[in-house]
């Protein structure tokens, strides 16, 4: 992955459990620390494409170095009327009062935004050529009033998941050869003398001295196989040498 936001990536592509809990926990400290009622919490909207970030939140942005925030007056005055607990109508309010409360909704608006940079890591992050590329994020009271619309620089998200990587394993020693590495190992062979079909009343029948017939006949190559006879690597006459057989190998077969 690269440093761009690839058009096809899906923003939750970039959103781990890890950095929604960092939000989720930056929010909720931002809520209790000026709300006492309805605490806010922050889901995931969506990613806004390139050169469609600035349009979908107008009104103005409250830049920071990774991420923005949409502000204009009815974004201060919902906030404000959040903290105070109390519904806020600009139209009855006098000029002195209106200057105070956007004041005051700009003085909550930058401690939400340096707790957010704090834990995104982005207060030292410098602004990104292709911070046009970003992924939303809403924040809302737990009742669902909607406070502030929230944009992460797609950047600095890959920055974050890339720390958030486990490192590359690395192999407990060097890699050797297989030969090298294999061949001190043992391998059991079969030697395969051959089959006989019995029926089930032959089977109830057989005693101690009968005799077994082989389809195969007495020079017939033995099978030396690992497993199955069909998978034989080697084939082989049987020999008596007193007091074991031994296998005198006539050929390599092909694997099947």
Known sequence: MTERLREWLPGD?????????????AVLSWSHEWATGDHATVTVAA???????INALADGLQLGNSLCVQWN???????????????????????MDRDVLLAFAEKVRDDFITRIERALGAADTSKSADDREQVAFEIRTVQGTPLLTLAVSAAHLVTIRKRQMPPPATAAQPLVALQAALGSQTVAYTAWLGSVALTASDLQCIEVGDVLV??????????????HPARAGLLA???SVDPTFTLVLTERELQR
């Open 13 to 25: 592509a970039l959103v781990s459990n890890n950095l929604l809990e960092a939000l989720q926990s």
């Open 47 to 53: 990613p806004l494409r390139p050169r469609t970030a």
């Open 73 to 95: 007056d009815q974004c201060a005055f919902r906030l404000s009327s959040w903290v105070l607990g109390c519904k806020i109508d600009p139209a009855l309010l006098t000029g």
């Open 214 to 227: 082989l389809e195969q006949s007495a020079n017939h190559p033995v099978r030396v196989c690992l497993a």
């Open 237 to 239: 006459h049987l020999q």
